[in-house]
């Protein structure tokens, strides 16, 4: 392990630009921000657009929460829209029930917002939990349906809470959240889940959706890895539901129907299951194309649907194709040339 | 002197229905030792090894590994113990690469926790970065570093059979049961994967027990042989001792038959 001069330079060198390569993806999310901000201000991007672009990654997040569950372990789950149900309302009492966000000076405004989202986040998780761990007892179309029944009970349950707005909705959450805090969290979810799927972990969920049994007699417990699928999908569902939350400023039931699972769904089988890149591309895309085609009017879901179609014919394996962007994939550390090869 | 058996097996059934698949099984297996398991089709053997395995709960029975009754426990807890196995009909985690294959199975040596992982912290990358050495020296091992980064499924069918025997190898197993190693294999690849077992045996310093149809590679190759049929066992014993045994030859070829 002894390094000459010039190994000491090249391996400052080669470290110089692993950091560099690390922290592109980040850089390369500010440049976005500011080169929105500035369009922005310059007129070019009307407000809509970014309210667009604003949905647009909230729906990323929830996605990939569910791609963790549905794409990268294999169960098939259909009550993602429950979590962000549970995630949106929990964070809503927070800052308007438990704190008066606006008579709040504008210092701990933040935080107080952190904390509804942590809330947001355990409370999704819980109800992943519950709703995972009976949900592991049945597999495949089953499990669909017991998702399907759970996130409809979440709403049901909404709709008896009389603080909460009941089926009239809740109104008067503040309206915080702004393109950054959405792109501050949209990178931590995507870094977080990196990480989770890249390592023994993700690994372990993978396995449990090539072939359940093999993947016990490689002594891992399915069991375990399913429900912690299902809590980090529903902990991702939770945070997003709360950003949707203080982005609306006004949250009915009716937001967090089972067709607004399905919407996650398509994002995700569109955009292509298993990869993170499949379900940002996939949100995003079809978030953007339906209001692209809004001049179309009547004709803008019939074209959406045909896109789907032909999609599904001609690309069944979804847009990213199973293939993920390749700074998303953490790289090892580089061998090192010196050591023997044990034979 | 009297070393504690790596496996014992006491008094094994279990009953499916109206069908009792194994009945009253008894079995001692050394450390070291090669053991064999034949009998004609539906006599019970792969259900001996899910019991072996933890896939199906006895009946009534107890099944000791190095001395402790683990009837009841988990599957993957069997694996943990060091109970390895191949299966009949591949059970290779298809879509993924061989060296996939090889690092889910090497998943009991991860050390990192679930934070370090959500973090990224170092710990985690090198973790990674010896755990791809220590599989791709395994796949070394077994000739197959060539395929590390082709896809299971796409895999010849002996490479596939020779890849779940490297995953089998990757828990670290003391007791390796191979379930049918030479099923589909033509008489080359058999004489083949006779050396590969026994290689194996010795460089990884397994015990194995295999069941197998194919009567020269379990004559070959095993220290000894359980006969059974009917769920039953009918004989124990050396090979040659099992080539002539009359209960045996009647289990296989009627009354009257010989080998």
Known sequence: MSGSGTGVNIDIFHKLKREARRCSPLIGLAVFYLAVTYLREARYLKAYYIQVLMFGLINCMVTMGLNLINGVTGQFSIGQAGFVAVGAYSSAAVTTLLFRFNALPSIVRPL????????????????????????????????????????????AIIRLIPQVGGPRGFSGIPRYVNLAWILIFFALTIWFLRNYIYSAYGRACISCREDDLAAETMGINTTTYKVQAFIIGAVTAGVAGALLAHLLGYLHPDQFSYIRSTDFLVYLYAGGAGTISGAVVGAMALTIVPEMLRFLSGWRLVIYGLVLV?????????????????????????????????G | MTATPILEIHNLGVRFGGLQAVDAFHYVLQEGDLGGIIGPNGAGKTTIFNMLTGIYPPTTGEIFFRGKNIVGAPIHDFTRYGIARTFQNIRLFKELSALENIRIARHMSVNYGLFSALFRRP????????????????????????????????????????LELARALATSPGLLLLDEPAAGMNP????????????IRDEFRVTILLIEHHMQLVMNICDHITVVNFGKLIAEGKPEEIRVNAAV???????????
């Open chain 1, 112 to 155: 107080v917002f952190l904390l509804s989202i942590l809330v947001a986040g355990i409370a999704a998780g819980v109800f992943g939990y519950l709703i995972g761990r009976p949900s592991l007892r049945v597999k495949g179309d089953y499990l669909a349906i017991v998702t399907l029944g759970f996130g409809e009970i979440i709403r």
């Open chain 1, 310 to 342: 032909l999609m599904m014919l001609y690309r069944p394996h979804g847009i990213s194709n199973g293939k993920e962007f390749s700074f998303l994939v953490p790289r090892l550390a580089p061998k090192k040339t010196e050591e023997v090869q044990e």
């Open chain 2, 123 to 162: 710990s985690v990358q090198r973790r990674e970065s010896e755990l791809e050495e220590e599989c791709m020296s395994l796949l070394d091992r077994l000739s197959l570093a060539q395929y590390a980064h082709h896809k299971a499924s796409s895999l010849p069918y002996g490479v596939q059979r020779r």
């Open chain 2, 188 to 199: 080359q690849e058999v004489d083949q994967l006779s050396k590969t077992i026994l290689w």
């Open chain 2, 249 to 259: 030859i009647e289990a296989y070829l009627g009354k009257g038959g010989k080998f």
